[in-house]
């Protein structure tokens, strides 16, 4: 295992105390998520480049019924954790996060805004980028033009959920209503616009930008920019942004701005 | 394979002086699924649902599409039909295409014709995937509880406690009567308030099935119709928790307060009509009155008649002129409301009798003033055409009758609407009056309207009758609107639970599974956990999303067709 | 060349806006014949989801008419529909569909005239904003 390795076992398992790390290592010349146990070798730890770590938390949690799993999270795991646990998706308790504070390489990869965890326990914080390039062309754009762009864009899409099986947040799996006809009726591939609309609006209280949708399209299409403009609405409508601890969903709240926190925390 | 019915009406002129009715009943055929489609000139007479029943019969339909009016009045007659000819009475599909067509396309019979067909086609896709459906029954709580003793209240309770029914009445003043406590006599025909009130109150506490709850206020109120919980709080603070089946709402009104209106407030000797209820009934009667009808009411604002106050000068002025032959008793009126035999009858006495009834108008107002010990009134008498002097000692203002000030506090703990007044709207004024939209309460007396003693009464009554028929049947009908959740396709977000106003949904786990859970009694079928539902496990008997999806597919289909 | 006739779509709830349609119908109030009516218990169960399935299909325009807030038959279900509808339009705005073509309005049993005046006026501004671009796009 390398220093960074050394370094992180010794905090997960020793200081603390979990019994499960979770983390991101060299495998076959690439990057690949490994979960290991006190007594394993972790590997050589690698985190200087994007992954999101809580989409593979997510999948496994089912499978681990008890012990405490540490997690390497940086700022865009922080905040898909919080929005799992607020659904009672995740038991926050049985989490401990390790703070990762992402380098100027990554963060440019992500085009983030704020690539530093509200805890830094590794690396050296960055400053972000403050506006998506991308983002504020299409801004500029007429309705039209823009239309005709993500029309172009999204011919290219052949249904391949990558956006959906990759994203720490899209917890829905196999109930999600995309994968069926009712309401995203057209058969064909690409899918049609509807999808992309269904999607956008199911995202808009989760998405945390983390952009593993955009790199993971095997079509290239910039969907990261589109999450980012559903994020600036809600921020400027319900002063809301995902990965909030508290707030589950503006959009079922009453229009007092009144959380139905206990209702919701049944679950 | 579904096999579909269209029944397109005429509705004689109303439908197809605009819609090609023959068109669409051709259209109709070609619609995948249609067996057969007809039309008739009076789909709602008896001709027109035997017709129905026939073809129900002899082309072994299973469901069934009428194109007519509107489902808020017909479709409970409509489904009857089906009933009676063996199909299921939630297979049945209404089409609005007269007041939504017809009535409001009248100069453009082709396109209305165009819009009939589009929305048949779309109705025929939703009947295609209709499921059959039950109601299902909840039991009733055989108690009732009643919000105001007050005349209306009263009564409600004698006629409930009459039937044996368990009854407890929420008053919030020490004494029962509410405003008419203040009456000595009520119009026109001059009975005595205390021997009335006294009469029920004694009637109604012979029966042990009688509670009153004084000096207390309702605080809380949950639960659904044959099973509300109403927590009673005194001025003691202690509170009490009482389960019902029915609540009845007859807290009343309030007479309005002028705001200076004709010197009010600041001249004195200008008083309301129940202040001289009150000097009346301490033997303080005037020398000489003038009462002066419809003060704050009937104007921008507040542009009701309050039924009563014409019927109450008139009765006070009697009094006044029995009391002492020689007073001079003038009502300055914008129209007088006695309706009715007796009121008619009395108001004829009272001007034989000598009391005078002048008109004015809202742009000649009558003009007060402080003279000597007493005022000065002059008005411009419409009849006369002039200006006519008085001096009187007292002007009683006849003013409306508004709702209790925290109204909307009440409604709100009831979930009950008001209007813009602050009345209570009940469900239907024809068609379902004295009861809410809401069911198991109901409404009577001046809290719904302002009215007559002797309307109050017979609200009363007619609440406690709409009130014991949950309660005698001992069951109600839940209709099959309400929703379920899909166990297989949920991931127990949350989001139903959230969204639901009814508190209705809850996570359980069945057989190691997560999911939502529906508990019927208490959803009301309003549909938000369906929408707030992202992956389609929640849904609506009746509004599914495959069926509504259907319904937005045949629009695309046959508009854009016809469009290309 | 031939005027554009929009085709559009309304949702409405069955105790407000759905009565009030009625009663413009009784009230014979005249009013362009585009709209094409599907009735719902409240305008809360609407999924945005069907909006963006009829307008990605081609439908020129949605209404969602509901009761007005403070009024709804089931208490804060209109609350519900007023957070999501705001949020489906900027949505659409993102992506390059006009918002205008998706209104939110409230229409209460009683208000007939105001039935025809949103019927009117959304008429008129999709006939302004033109046939919807995605009627012409095959995926």
Redesign the interface.
């Known amino acids: 295992m390398n220093d960074l390795g050394k370094k992180l076992t010794k905090m997960a398992f020793e200081d603390l105390k979990a019994d499960y790390l979770l983390v991101v290592r060299q495998e076959h010349g690439d990057l690949a998520p490994a979960f290991i146990s006190k007594d394993e070798d972790v590997g050589e730890v690698r985190f200087d480049a994007p992954y999101q770590l809580v989409t593979v938390l997510s999948r496994i949690y089912p499978h681990i019924p008890t012990g405490k799993i540490a997690i390497v999270s940086r700022k865009c795991d922080e905040l898909a954790i919080n929005e799992l646990t607020k659904r009672g998706i995740l038991d926050e308790k049985r989490i401990v996060k390790i703070g990762l504070a992402c380098d100027g390489h990554t963060a440019d990869k992500c085009r983030c805004p704020d690539p530093k965890p509200s805890k830094v326990d590794i690396g050296e914080p960055v400053k972000g980028i403050p506006e998506d390039p991308l983002v504020a062309k299409l801004m500029k754009m007429t309705l039209e033009d823009r239309l005709k762009y993500w029309v172009r864009q999204f011919k290219k899409c052949n249904k391949c959920f990558g956006c959906t099986a990759n994203c720490p947040v899209c917890f829905c799996e196999n109930q999600c209503v995309l994968g069926e006809r009712t309401l995203v009726s057209e058969k064909s591939i690409p899918p049609g616009l509807a999808f992309h609309l269904v999607r956008s609006f199911h995202m808009s209280d989760k998405c945390i930008e983390c952009g593993e949708c955009e790199r993971a399209c095997p079509g290239d299409i910039p969907l990261l920019a589109l999450r980012r403009m559903v994020h600036a609405d809600m921020k400027e409508m319900y002063k809301f942004v995902p990965g909030d601890p508290k707030t589950v969903s503006p959009l079922l709240t009453t229009l007092e701005g009144e959380v139905m926190e206990d209702e919701h925390n049944v679950c | 394979m579904p096999r579909i019915g269209v029944f397109i009406c005429h509705c004689g002129h109303n439908i197809a002086s605009t819609v090609d009715v023959e068109k669409v009943a051709e259209f109709a055929k070609t619609l995948p699924n249609v067996v057969v489609a007809a039309h008739n000139m009076y789909s709602c007479s008896e001709e027109g649902l035997g017709a129905i029943r026939k073809s129900i019969e002899e082309n072994k339909l299973d469901r069934v599409i009428v194109a007519a009016c509107t489902p808020r009045t017909h479709e409970p007659l409509f489904r009857r039909n089906c009933e009676r000819a063996g199909v299921n009475k939630y297979l049945f599909e209404f089409v609005n295409i007269r007041e939504h067509v017809s009535w409001i396309h009248a100069k453009e019979p082709e396109a209305a014709t165009e819009k009939a067909k589009m929305l048949v086609a779309m109705g025929v896709a939703k009947a295609a995937l209709l499921e059959p459906q039950e109601e299902s029954e909840s039991s009733v709580i055989p108690v009732a509880v009643i919000i105001g003793g007050g005349i209306s209240g009263l009564a409600a309770m004698s006629a409930l406690v009459s039937q044996g029914i368990e009854t407890h009445l929420i008053e919030k003043e020490k004494q029962l009567g509410g405003i008419l406590k203040d009456i000595a006599v009520i119009g026109p025909e001059m009975k005595n308030t205390k021997e009335l009130l006294d009469k029920m109150i004694k009637e109604i506490k012979c029966s042990p099935k009688a509670h009153f709850h004084l000096s207390s206020r309702m605080t809380d109120m949950q639960g659904f119709v044959g099973n509300f919980e109403v927590t009673i709080t005194g001025d003691d603070k202690c509170s009490e928790k009482v389960k019902a089946g029915a609540i009845i709402v007859a807290i009343g009104g309030r007479e309005w307060t002028p705001k200076g209106e004709f010197g009010f407030g600041k001249i004195p000797g200008i008083i309301t009509q129940l202040e001289l209820e009150k000097r009346l009934a301490k033997g303080d009667v005037p020398d000489n009155a003038v009462f002066i009808q419809c003060v704050g009411s009937r104007i921008p604002g507040r542009d009701f008649c309050s039924r009563f106050c014409c019927n109450a000068s008139i009765k006070n002025a009697l009094r006044i002129i029995e009391a002492k032959p020689n007073a001079q008793v003038t009502i300055l009126h914008r129209d007088i409301m006695s309706y009715g035999t007796t009121a008619e009858r009395v108001y004829r006495d009272a001007a034989e009798k000598g009391v005078r009834f002048m008109r004015y108008g809202l742009d000649s107002l009558p003009k007060i003033e402080k003279h000597g010990d007493g005022l000065s009134v002059e008005v411009f008498d419409e009849t006369l055409d002039d200006v006519i002097g008085m001096s009187v000692d007292t002007i009683v203002l006849a003013v409306p009758m508004v709702p209790i000030e925290n109204v909307k506090d009440v409604a709100t703990q009831l979930k009950v609407p008001v209007d813009k007044l602050g009345f209570f709207l009940e469900a239907h004024v024809k068609l379902r009056p004295i009861e809410f939209a809401t069911e198991g309460v109901f409404i009577c007396g001046t809290a719904r309207w302002p009215s007559q003693v002797s309307e109050c009464i017979a609200q009363g009554l007619g609440a406690a009758a709409k009130a014991s028929i949950p309660i005698r049947e001992g069951k109600v009908k839940i209709e099959p609107i309400t929703t379920s959740c899909n166990i297989g396709k949920c991931i127990a977000c949350g989001n139903c639970v959230a969204a639901c106003p009814y508190q209705a949904i809850e996570i359980i786990e069945t057989d190691g599974k997560r999911h939502a859970f529906v508990t019927e009694a208490k959803c009301k079928g309003c549909g938000n956990c369906v929408a707030a539902c992202n992956n389609d496990a929640m849904q609506q008997k009746g509004f599914t999303t495959t069926q509504l999806s259907a319904m937005i597919d045949a629009l695309v289909k046959n508009a854009m067709e016809a469009s290309q | 060349m031939t005027e554009f006739?929009p085709?559009i779509?309304a949702f409405c709830c069955?105790?407000c806006s759905?009565?009030g349609?009625?009663l413009?119908?009784?009230s014979?109030?005249?009013?362009?014949?585009?709209v094409?009516?599907?009735?719902?218990?409240?305008s809360?169960?609407?999924?945005?989801?069907?909006v963006?399935?009829?307008?990605?299909?081609?439908?020129d325009g949605v209404l969602v008419l509901g009761c007005h807030?403070g009024?709804c038959?089931?208490?804060?279900?209109n609350?519900?529909?007023?957070?999501?509808f705001?949020?489906?339009q900027?949505?659409?705005?993102?992506?390059?569909?006009?918002e205008r073509r998706l209104k939110l309005d409230w229409v209460s049993a009683a208000e007939g005239e105001k039935f025809?005046t949103v019927i009117t006026d959304f008429v008129s501004q999709i006939k302004q904003l033109g046939p919807n671009?995605?009627?012409e796009?095959r995926?």
Not at chain 3, 36 to 42: E, S
Not at chain 3, 73 to 77: K, N, S
Not at chain 3, 90 to 98: A, F, P, R, S, W
């Open positions: 006739n085709t779509l069955n105790w759905y009565a349609a009625d413009a119908g009784v014979r109030l005249q009013m362009p014949p585009n094409h009516v599907i009735r719902v218990m409240c809360a169960s609407v999924k945005p989801e069907y963006f399935k009829a307008l990605s299909e081609g439908i807030i009024d038959h089931y208490l804060t279900g609350h519900r529909t007023a957070k999501r705001p949020l489906a900027k949505i659409l705005n993102d992506v390059g569909i006009d025809q671009p995605l009627r796009v995926f």
